[in-house]
């Protein structure tokens, strides 16, 4: 009998499975649990859309699309990102669509990275960015971002962490699982900093319309920022739309042309159905966008402040749906609090220390839920605290 493991590639041995995975599945075997864990909207794609997708099925559009998906798809982008973020890309050559946005930040990353190269991370950061950076070949730079701070990227920090090998800043903002959003004057910053040395910036931004208090900035707008940048951006959150798998890449042509390249031999194209429900969504679901925001704020204040009122300090954060509370006036390591939690009050949070090690001692909390359950969460949350 062969020793299968042994044909495992080292990369992969190496690569330590979700920590918010591991939380959901614990949950998913218990009964009665509030699960604050995983980033998925409570509500659900908008009828139109849905509609949209039965009407493809029934007329039989069922085939491949083109490899960079629905040209009429692209066109509702290329208008999308102009009209709400500023910034113009070509339908033919400068966008595609992706099975969810995770896929693109993989074609990004494959497609700038030589072995050997640098991207700078900053931390806490969503749990893939590491090591589809490895996969690709590259190396991780993290810089922390702290609460001090309200987890923004500080330009200094950035300066400091960039070598002769660096290649590109991973940047997400709103973050993934602070909810922190960075203001223009901070872009501009940042973005200073990244055309003085000559460096490419990869933008998640998925939750760009989960902007609360200031409208959403792309980086991509700025002055000189656009032959610099790959803008990630999707359906999965603003438009609730997370079983359909669709994201979409803004990129000079070049950029694009090279991860289409990976794009056609990987994945072919995105969901014929998906990509005419987002159309439609596109076309008419803006309205659902923002009465699904009003909510997420309505949730954010209430949870916010409730955190703060039984003694876990937490900022407010700017956009997302996460708020990220200080655990450490309990004495417990994040992933002992979230353990203890889930067995005592059948609570499900995601510890903060599987987002790097700046996320020790706090708690991702997803405030995508009903305000029924938040403020049994929350009850339960506080007994516990008791306790």
């Not at 909510?295 to 204040?301: F, L, P």
Request: charged letters at 25%; proline letters at 3%; a negative charge.
């Amino acid at each position: 009998m062969i020793e299968t493991k042994s044909y495992i590639a080292k990369s992969v041995e190496l690569m330590r499975p979700s920590g918010i995975r591991k939380f959901f599945d614990l949950a998913a075997g218990m009964e009665g649990v509030i699960s604050l864990g995983v980033g998925e909207p409570d509500f659900v794609t908008s009828w139109s859309a849905r509609e949209a997708a039965i009407s493809s099925l029934e007329r039989g559009l069922t085939s491949y699309t083109a490899n960079a998906g629905l040209l009429e798809l692209r066109e509702a982008i290329a208008d999308y990102t102009s009209s709400r973020f500023s910034v113009s890309y070509d339908a033919k050559e400068e966008i595609i669509l992706t099975v969810g946005a995770s896929q693109a930040l993989d074609l990004a990353l494959r497609a700038i990275i030589d072995p050997g190269d640098e991207v700078v991370v900053v931390e806490p950061c969503f749990v893939s960015y590491a090591p589809l950076v490895e996969l690709a070949g590259g190396k991780t730079v993290t810089i922390e971002a702290t609460s001090d701070q309200q987890f923004k990227l500080q330009a200094d920090a950035l300066r400091e962490a960039i070598t002769s090998k660096t290649k590109a800043l991973l940047l997400c903002s709103p973050n993934n699982p602070t909810g922190a959003q960075l203001d223009k004057a901070d872009l501009e910053a940042i973005a200073q900093i990244v055309k003085q040395h000559d460096l490419l910036v990869i933008a998640d931004e998925i939750y760009a319309e989960l902007a609360y208090d200031i409208p959403h900035t792309s980086i991509a707008s700025l002055e000189g920022m656009r032959e610099r940048t790959i803008l990630i951006n999707g359906f999965s959150k603003g438009f609730a739309m997370t079983g359909w798998r669709l994201g979409f890449i803004c990129a000079p042509v070049e950029l694009a042309a090279a991860m289409l390249k990976i794009h056609q031999y990987a994945m072919m194209c995105a969901s014929t159905p998906a990509q005419y429900a987002a159309l439609e969504a596109l076309k008419t679901g803006m309205k659902d966008v923002e009465d699904m925001k009003k909510d997420y704020r309505r949730r954010r204040n209430y949870i916010v402040q409730s955190f703060n009122d039984m003694g876990l300090d937490c900022h407010t954060p700017g956009g997302a749906f996460y708020v990220f509370p200080s655990i450490q006036s309990t004495g417990l390591t994040s992933e002992k609090f979230a353990e203890e939690l889930l067995k005592a009050e059948r609570v499900a949070v995601v510890p903060g220390s599987v987002f790097g090690r700046s996320g020790e001692g706090f708690i991702r909390c997803s405030y995508a839920s009903s305000m029924e359950q938040l403020q049994e969460a929350v009850r339960r949350i506080q007994r516990f605290i008791n306790q």
